[in-house]
């Protein structure tokens, strides 16, 4: 069943400009991930962030997690055009043979 | 990174017949392939979880006689949508795990999707 809830459900900014986008899970997680999809297009790993870690960094990417809120963040920095896709985090959990619970994503738009 | 291959990228088929989808680990042995359903502009929807050797696990609300899944080799997991309808036209995702027991393990590679559009 679908555990992640991101927002924004959309998010339109300028090249340059900053993106976050946050996601919300409801039970307990081994792992949490995010992930990019151009229209039509399959899934490219972006980032992952184990349920002990609070902070990663990859590039123009930072992601946070909080357990006790369960929830994390992803933010762009200095945004392109194309960057623009949708965003999805997942999550895993001990027990799920690594399959992941997709939330409902976040479609981004950066305008040059 | 790992490679997943999936074929065919688009299908397009009559009502009533059966298409098949191939996922491929290129470059690495996956004992473990998901495949997932993604609606338009939805997020992707877990259908069942392929291993090697044994029968599929389905998901609630996924039939198992209306998607086959065949996972007959370490690198190679096949869907099946028997007896197409218009409404099982979507994009059908599959990804493999990763499982090296190192930092990224539980990392899922993906492929490209197959994109089915039943008439």
């Known amino acids: 069943s679908q555990q992640g809830e991101e927002d924004p459900q959309a998010l339109s900014i300028q090249e340059g400009e900053n993106a976050t986008m946050n996601c919300s899970y409801k039970?307990?997680?081994?792992?949490l991930q995010w992930y990019r999809q151009n229209s039509g297009r399959g899934l490219v790993h972006l980032i992952l962030?184990?349920?002990?870690?609070r902070e990663k960094h990859s590039g123009r990417l930072r992601v946070t997690l909080d357990t006790s809120k369960k929830s994390s963040s992803l933010l762009i920095t200095a945004s392109r055009a194309a960057d623009t896709a949708s965003y999805f985090c997942a999550t895993d959990a001990w027990n799920s043979g690594y399959a992941l619970n997709f939330g409902k994503g976040t479609s981004l738009l950066v305008t040059p | 990174g790992a490679v997943v291959s999936q074929h065919p990228s688009r299908v397009i088929c009559k009502s009533g017949t059966s298409v098949k989808i191939e996922c491929r680990s290129l470059?690495?042995?996956?004992?473990?392939m998901f495949w997932y359903r993604q609606f338009p502009k939805q997020s992707l929807m877990l259908m069942a979880t392929s291993n090697e050797g044994s029968k599929a696990t389905y998901e609630q609300g996924v039939e198992k006689d209306k998607f086959l899944i065949n996972h007959a080799s370490l690198t190679l997991s096949t869907l099946t949508v028997t007896s197409a309808h218009p409404e099982d036209s979507s994009f059908y995702i599959c990804?493999?795990?990763?499982?090296?027991?190192?930092?990224?393990?539980?990392?899922?590679?993906f492929g490209e999707g197959s994109r089915l559009t039943v008439l």
């Open positions: 990804s493999a795990s990763y499982v090296s027991g190192g930092p990224n393990t539980g990392e899922l590679f």
């Open positions: 962030i184990r349920s002990n870690e």
């Open positions: 039970t307990s997680i081994n792992n």
């Open positions: 470059d690495f042995q996956a004992t473990t």
